[in-house]
């Protein structure tokens, strides 16, 4: 199985800020990497597919990169609705597998 | 609009069976794979396998070999999973979700259904 690992597991900091969040893959997995946020109590909603295609009606404040085996998904102007946690997922091979996920939290 | 509305929370036992299911709308039921993935309270995402709406063919990951069946009702636009032999550490969030895309290598989701809890306590 392919082991996706993020980081860093939470993260602190304040509306405006830019972040970064990373996910490294076990193994290449091309561009097939995908991003989902996950409010409390709620489904995860798909916001990146194949690495970097924003979803329709995602704001442009998201964006993510990489290739092979190392991702990113950047905010660039936190928002007070991004306090959430940010799963990355590998669909480049059954079985399909997330990372642990980032918890971002206010600071 | 596409909607996949999921049945409501389960309390079972160990070692019985809960069968959850998943209805679709707002779509052709037929064309897109839906995925079935859980989630223990406060912890990631567990992907368990697809199922072809349309075939009725599934593909489980490995560690639900054995005690996930998934099948469909066309009739019904509905798909259902059935975890048997429950453990305590079965206890979690359950999801349906539809992939992108109406092809067999789609394995990215952009429809949940809103979750379905199964609590497995004695």
């Known amino acids: 199985d392919i082991q996706m690992t993020q980081s860093p597991s939470s993260l602190s900091a304040s509306g405006g800020d830019r972040v970064t969040i990373t996910c490294r893959a076990s193994q290449t997995i091309s561009r097939n990497l995908n991003w989902y946020q996950q409010k409390p109590g709620k489904a995860p909603n798909l916001l990146i597919a194949m690495t970097s295609d924003l979803r329709s009606g995602v704001p442009s404040r998201f964006s993510g990169s990489g290739s092979g085996t190392d991702f990113t998904l950047t905010i660039s102007s936190l928002q007070p609705e991004d306090f959430a946690t940010y799963y990355c997922q590998q669909s480049y091979t059954i079985p399909i597998t997330f990372g642990q996920g980032t918890r971002l939290e206010m600071k | 609009q596409v909607q996949l509305v999921q049945s409501g929370a389960e309390v079972k036992k160990p070692g019985a069976s809960v069968k959850v299911s998943c209805k679709a709308s707002?779509?052709?039921?037929?064309?897109?794979?839906i995925h079935w993935l859980r989630q223990a309270t406060g912890q990631g995402l567990e992907w368990m396998g697809w199922i072809d709406p349309n075939s009725g063919g599934t593909n489980l990951a490995q560690r639900f070999q054995g005690t996930v069946i998934m099948t469909r009702d066309a009739s019904m636009n509905t798909v259902y999973m059935e975890l048997s032999s429950l453990r305590s550490d079965d206890t979690a969030v359950y999801y349906c979700?539809?992939?992108?895309?109406?092809?067999?290598?789609?394995?990215?989701?952009?429809?949940w259904g809103q979750g379905t809890l199964v609590t497995v306590s004695s």
């Open positions: 707002g779509y052709t039921f037929s064309d897109y794979y």
């Open positions: 979700a539809r992939v992108t895309v109406a092809l067999p290598y789609a394995k990215d989701f952009d429809y």
